[in-house]
């Protein structure tokens, strides 16, 4: 094999290291850029099972390195082999580098000049399908890598998060194609229509509308290391910690408190005394608490991953069950029991999924609550806001993942879903990274990993609907049909000219 026929495989893996290193994490912005122009130039004069091969390519090469942190969940926390765990990550991310592989192929069917825009169309499209299965995980868009930058997040009301994603992939794409002669006419059109299209929604997009006074939220961060957090002669510290913690919030005037995933080893609705501390607390400090617990359910031996809004006046009498759960962490895929993986999560297979984006009570109003995972799907965030919810809350534990890239790859997604909405946002995690996000996606007040303290900053509700939010399911189902029109009528240009 010459050198010459290896460069075509050397770009489309340049290509997803580059959008590896331009997420949240590295942060090496710009990178982004470069991303489309380097697959489209891999694929050239090439179609069929090659350019599906090179697509898959660049989507391994994406996510095994934008996912290096499996390998801390399956070797630290899920007790496999280190080499076991690398191999679980490898088989991830060969998984759902198909994205890319079948994106590569499509791209590939249609006319060269075609490529500049149906290719950022396939990867935009394949960004919102992998919400479904087999990959149900819509982790890392490519608009996250904007979030360092919150002034570059402007066209997000209006365009969601796909949008921006497409976005981004046709202003990479339209400028490599003006370093090609024949394709220069074709690149500069889509160049100015696109920044045409980001300003235009950037205008355009709604501003924030506040509604009611300014609320102190004080959000705790308790950061309990994950091992000591199973061991029960640690419960009370654990408890302690986070009462001792939520007195500062309320003796600096905090108003609502808010508590990470899973911040007391209790169950709200079956001890009933802690669940008189919790409510004598609310009454006599005249605070309102975000509290996470395990809802029971109305049948034996039916739990769930549940959120519930303590106000002085006690418990209110409906919760937030989280809908969106963990594969192989909440619930196990299809029929299978995997006996390898139980040691991931104590409660294995044993969560039920919620039905209901009802968002809870609050003093800034109606607030819709995400658990962990769940901040990723921009269709519950809008759920919320469309039935309500006037300011957005999302709690986790990130202490599987170490000090690594994923708690800031989890940071960015609810910076989108901040920004998408114009809401302000309240991100409580256990070990970090804490932050309270301001409607226009920039980050007021936060606690980097692995710190115990509190953040601390106010925050007032919102008023109207975005686009983004009021058309999210038309945005997402109708990027996918257009990438798919446009790639058929390429297929039938190109079959017409020859």
Same mark, same amino acid.
């Given at each position: 094999?010459?050198?010459?026929?290896?460069?075509?495989?050397?770009?489309?893996?340049? *290509?997803?290291? &580059?959008?590896?290193?331009?997420?949240?994490?590295?942060?090496?912005?710009?990178?982004?850029?470069?991303?489309?122009?380097?697959?489209?130039?891999? !694929?050239?004069?090439?179609?069929?099972?090659?350019?599906?091969?090179?697509?898959?390519?660049?989507?391994?090469?994406?996510?095994?390195?934008?996912?290096?942190?499996?390998?801390?969940?399956?070797?630290?926390?899920?007790?496999? *082999?280190?080499?076991?765990?690398?191999?679980?990550?490898?088989?991830?991310?060969?998984?759902?580098?198909?994205?890319?592989?079948?994106?590569?192929?499509?791209? %590939?069917?249609?006319?060269?000049?075609?490529?500049?825009?149906?290719?950022?169309?396939? !990867?935009?499209?394949?960004?919102?399908?992998?919400?479904?299965?087999?990959?149900?995980?819509?982790?890392?868009?490519?608009?996250?890598?904007?979030?360092?930058?919150?002034?570059?997040?402007?066209?997000?009301?209006?365009?969601?998060?796909?949008?921006?994603?497409?976005?981004?992939?046709?202003?990479?794409?339209?400028?490599?194609?003006?370093?090609?002669?024949?394709?220069?006419?074709?690149?500069?059109?889509? !160049?100015?229509?696109?920044? $045409?299209?980001?300003?235009?929604?950037?205008?355009?997009?709604?501003?924030?509308? #506040?509604?009611?006074?300014?609320?102190?939220?004080?959000?705790?961060?308790?950061?309990?290391?994950?091992?000591?957090?199973?061991?029960? &002669?640690?419960?009370?510290?654990?408890?302690?910690?986070?009462?001792?913690?939520?007195?500062?919030? #309320?003796?600096?005037?905090?108003?609502?408190?808010?508590?990470?995933?899973?911040?007391?080893?209790?169950?709200?609705?079956?001890?009933?005394?802690?669940?008189?501390?919790?409510?004598?607390?609310?009454?006599?400090?005249?605070?309102?608490?975000?509290?996470? %617990?395990?809802?029971?359910?109305?049948? &034996?031996?039916?739990?769930?991953?549940?959120?519930?809004?303590?106000?002085?006046?006690?418990? %209110?009498?409906?919760?937030?069950?989280?809908?969106?759960?963990?594969?192989?962490?909440?619930?196990?895929?299809?029929?299978?029991?995997?006996?390898?993986?139980? #040691?991931?999560?104590?409660?294995?297979?044993?969560?039920?999924?919620? $039905?209901?984006? !009802?968002?809870?009570?609050?003093?800034?109003?109606?607030?819709?609550?995400?658990?962990?995972?769940?901040?990723?799907?921009?269709?519950?965030?809008?759920?919320?806001?469309?039935?309500?919810?006037?300011?957005?809350?999302?709690?986790?534990?990130?202490?599987?993942?170490?000090? %690594?890239? *994923?708690?800031?790859?989890?940071?960015?997604?609810?910076?989108?879903?901040?920004?998408?909405?114009?809401?302000?946002?309240?991100?409580?995690?256990?070990?970090?990274?804490?932050?309270? @996000?301001?409607?226009?996606?920039?980050?007021?007040?936060?606690?980097?990993?692995?710190?115990?303290?509190?953040?601390?900053?106010?925050?007032?509700?919102?008023?109207?609907?975005?686009?983004?939010? $009021?058309?999210?399911?038309?945005?997402?189902?109708? @990027?996918?049909?257009?990438?798919?029109?446009?790639?058929?009528?390429?297929?039938?240009?190109?079959? #017409?000219?020859?």
């Amino acid at each position: 094999m010459t050198q010459k026929s290896w460069q075509p495989w050397l770009l489309a893996a340049a *290509a997803g290291v &580059a959008l590896a290193l331009a997420l949240p994490g590295p942060g090496l912005v710009p990178l982004v850029l470069v991303v489309p122009g380097l697959l489209r130039r891999a !694929l050239v004069g090439t179609g069929g099972w090659r350019a599906f091969r090179l697509g898959w390519v660049a989507g391994f090469a994406q996510w095994v390195i934008a996912v290096a942190w499996v390998v801390i969940v399956m070797h630290r926390y899920g007790h496999l *082999a280190a080499a076991l765990a690398v191999l679980a990550t490898v088989l991830m991310a060969a998984i759902l580098g198909l994205t890319w592989a079948i994106a590569g192929w499509a791209a %590939s069917t249609v006319p060269e000049s075609w490529r500049v825009v149906a290719l950022p169309l396939a !990867l935009a499209a394949f960004e919102e399908l992998q919400h479904l299965p087999p990959w149900i995980f819509p982790w890392n868009p490519v608009a996250a890598v904007l979030t360092p930058v919150p002034v570059l997040l402007a066209p997000l009301p209006v365009t969601g998060a796909i949008g921006l994603s497409l976005l981004l992939l046709l202003l990479g794409s339209s400028l490599d194609a003006l370093l090609t002669p024949r394709l220069r006419r074709v690149g500069a059109c889509w !160049l100015v229509a696109t920044v $045409a299209a980001g300003v235009g929604a950037a205008i355009f997009a709604p501003p924030f509308r #506040a509604v009611g006074p300014p609320v102190k939220v004080a959000v705790l961060q308790p950061n309990v290391a994950l091992e000591t957090r199973w061991q029960p &002669a640690n419960e009370p510290a654990i408890e302690d910690a986070v009462w001792r913690l939520s007195r500062q919030a #309320a003796a600096a005037g905090a108003r609502w408190i808010v508590w990470p995933e899973s911040a007391v080893p209790r169950i709200l609705e079956a001890d009933g005394g802690y669940r008189a501390r919790v409510e004598a607390f609310a009454r006599d400090t005249h605070t309102w608490l975000l509290v996470g %617990s395990i809802g029971l359910g109305d049948e &034996a031996g039916e739990y769930y991953n549940s959120v519930h809004a303590v106000s002085p006046g006690g418990v %209110s009498p409906w919760r937030y069950d989280k809908m969106h759960l963990v594969p192989f962490g909440e619930y196990v895929p299809l029929a299978g029991r995997i006996a390898a993986l139980r #040691a991931l999560v104590r409660e294995v297979g044993a969560f039920t999924p919620g $039905a209901s984006a !009802l968002p809870l009570p609050g003093p800034a109003g109606a607030t819709g609550v995400a658990v962990c995972y769940e901040v990723a799907f921009p269709s519950l965030a809008a759920a919320q806001v469309r039935l309500g919810a006037q300011i957005l809350a999302t709690i986790t534990n990130d202490g599987w993942y170490g000090d %690594s890239a *994923a708690p800031r790859q989890h940071l960015a997604l609810a910076i989108l879903r901040a920004a998408e909405t114009r809401r302000y946002l309240v991100r409580a995690a256990n070990t970090g990274i804490s932050a309270v @996000i301001a409607p226009d996606g920039r980050v007021v007040a936060r606690l980097g990993f692995g710190r115990e303290g509190l953040v601390m900053a106010e925050v007032q509700g919102g008023a109207g609907v975005t686009p983004a939010a $009021a058309l999210s399911a038309w945005l997402r189902g109708g @990027i996918v049909l257009l990438a798919v029109f446009a790639i058929m009528t390429g297929r039938w240009r190109r079959r #017409a000219t020859r």
